[in-house]
């Protein structure tokens, strides 16, 4: 099976979601070969709770995932701590919109949850933990306590990050560092735009169907990480439509654009 652990159903914070946006960013998905994908849409989105409202009205929900015509849409979101960095949490739908609730005094930067609590969170409600793009330049995860990052489950090797630093380089820092604690390295394209759909690829040797078969696959190494080798022209064609596209909603880029934006 193949998954994306690292997507998004928004162009945008701002943006808010929009049904048919979505419905393209899943066709597109699985013409890129996807089976299944995590929506780990950030947890400050506009109104993050109205987005599963919304995919509940639309798609069956079978307990573990929804059926977004034939591709597997496992629920999740990806929240910002107060030391800096972001991290995914993947599970049941209810326990994502529980801890979302919890979240709810932490939405704004000044008031993120610190680290140790989001774990304990994510713990309470068996949530699968991502530490996202863990040497991303403004977002990093590395210089964050080894106890607290040895709790994780996975890291995540960002599509967006190899595209601006480059993969030999990339992974020489996240290599040794996810060997040193112990914890295996996931793909995620971090796509809120369609073009990223399969820049990178987590090949799983078997058909998972709930958030616990994958945590074990994952956690007994039965995948392959699958880069493209046109990553470097989706990461670009999708940073500059989601450019333009903001431009036209009157939204400035963010920092991550701008520095993405200005790669080569």
Partial sequence: ?????????????????????FAEMMVEAKANGLQAIA???????????????????????????????????FPGMEVDIAETGHILLIGLKENILAVRAELEDHTQEGSFIPFSDLLDLADEHNLWKIGAHPFR??????????????????????????????????????????????????????????????????????????VEELKVAIRQRNYEVEISPCLHTKVKASVMMKKLLKQMLGEAPSRDEVETGNMA
């Fill in 137 to 210: 330049t403004n977002t990093p995860l590395h210089h964050l306590d080894p106890e607290l990052l040895g709790r994780l489950d996975a890291f995540d090797f960002n599509a967006k990050d190899i595209y601006s630093q480059g993969e030999d380089a990339y992974r020489q820092l996240i290599t040794p560092f996810a060997e040193k604690l112990g914890i295996p390295v996931i793909a995620g394209s971090d796509s809120h735009q369609c073009l990223q759909y399969g820049s990178v690829v987590n090949r799983l040797h078997e058909t998972c169907s709930t």
């Fill in 39 to 73: 929506l780990t849409e950030h947890f400050n989105t506009s109104n993050f709770v109205g987005m599963y409202e919304t995919l509940d009205r639309i798609y069956p929900y079978n307990g573990h995932y929804y059926d977004a015509d034939g591709l597997k849409v």
């Fill in 1 to 21: 099976m193949n998954i994306d652990l690292h997507t998004h159903g928004n162009l945008s914070k701002k943006a808010g979601f929009s049904p048919d946006y």
